[in-house]
C-alpha cells in the first residue's frame, strides 16, 4: 500500500499519492487535459466540459482516482499558500511521479493559484451580508371573495446586497411583509442595536 507524503505540514493520503502516480500511465496530453478540466470544474462547478473519451478509454476507475488526487493536490496548496518551490518540492517528495507530470501540475498551480484562492474563500457556511434594503407599501383591497377591505396596510421589504465585480447586480438575502405595528417593532429592534454601537464605540475609545 502506498505511503503518505506530508511536506511543509501539507499531507497527502495514500489515496491521492497513487491518484498522482496513474497520471504517469497515460499519455502526456491526456494527463494535461486531465488535470486543466480538474481544475476548471474546480473553479467553475456548473461548467459544461466537452467530453474526453480517452481519458477514461484504458481505466475509468484509475482516471477517477486521480481527478479526485489533482483536485486534493491543489486545494491543500492553496490553502497553505505554497510557492511555487514548496510545491516542486512536494511532489517531487513523491516517490515514481515522473518529471513530466511534476512540470505540468506545477505550471498548473502557478497559473490558477489565485483563481484556485478565490474559489475556496468562497466555499463554506457564513452569514449573508445586507448592504441594501427596498421596500414598498401594499394595500388589501376588496376581491372576489371579500367585500370588505381591513384598511390596514403592508409593508413588503425586501433586503439584499450589491454583488462586488458584477456591475451593480443585486441579490436578494431576505423578503418579507409585516404590518405597522410589526415593522416599529423591526425598527425599534435596529435603534437598539444602534445603540449598543454607539456604547461600544464610546467605551473603546
Known amino acids: ?41 474546480t473553479l467553475h ?10 481519458i477514461y478509454a484504458t481505466n475509468s476507475s484509475k482516471a477517477k482516482q486521480s481527478e479526485y488526487a489533482v ?16 510545491f516542486r518540492q512536494l511532489l517531487e517528495d513523491i516517490e515514481g511521479l515522473t518529471s513530466p507530470i511534476i512540470e ?33 407599501i401594499v394595500a388589501d383591497v376588496k376581491s372576489s371573495t371579500s367585500e370588505k377591505s381591513s384598511g390596514e396596510p403592508g409593508f413588503y421589504i425586501n433586503m439584499g446586497r450589491y454583488k462586488q465585480n458584477s ?7 431576505v423578503e418579507f411583509v409585516c404590518n405597522t405595528e410589526e415593522l416599529q417593532l423591526l425598527i425599534n429592534k435596529l435603534k437598539e442595536i444602534e445603540r ?3 456604547k461600544w464605540s464610546s467605551d473603546s475609545s
Request: aromatic share 4%; net charge negative.
Open 45 to 54: 462547478p456548473q461548467a459544461t466540459l466537452q467530453p474526453i473519451p480517452e
Open 104 to 136: 505540468e501540475l506545477v505550471k498548473a498551480y502557478i497559473e490558477n493559484k489565485k483563481s484556485l484562492i478565490l474559489r475556496h474563500l468562497q466555499i463554506g457556511h457564513s452569514f449573508p451580508h445586507v448592504t441594501d434594503l427596498q421596500w414598498r
Open 71 to 86: 483536485c486534493s493536490l491543489f486545494t491543500l496548496a492553496t490553502k497553505h499558500c505554497l510557492s511555487e518551490f514548496e
Open 1 to 41: 500500500m502506498d505511503s503518505a507524503v506530508k511536506t511543509n505540514s501539507v499531507l497527502l493520503s495514500s489515496n491521492v499519492v497513487e491518484g498522482l502516480r496513474h497520471l504517469g500511465t497515460m499519455e502526456t496530453e491526456t494527463s494535461r487535459k486531465l488535470i486543466l478540466n480538474t481544475i476548471k470544474l
Open 196 to 198: 449598543h454601537c454607539e
Open 167 to 173: 456591475d451593480g447586480e443585486r441579490e436578494t438575502i
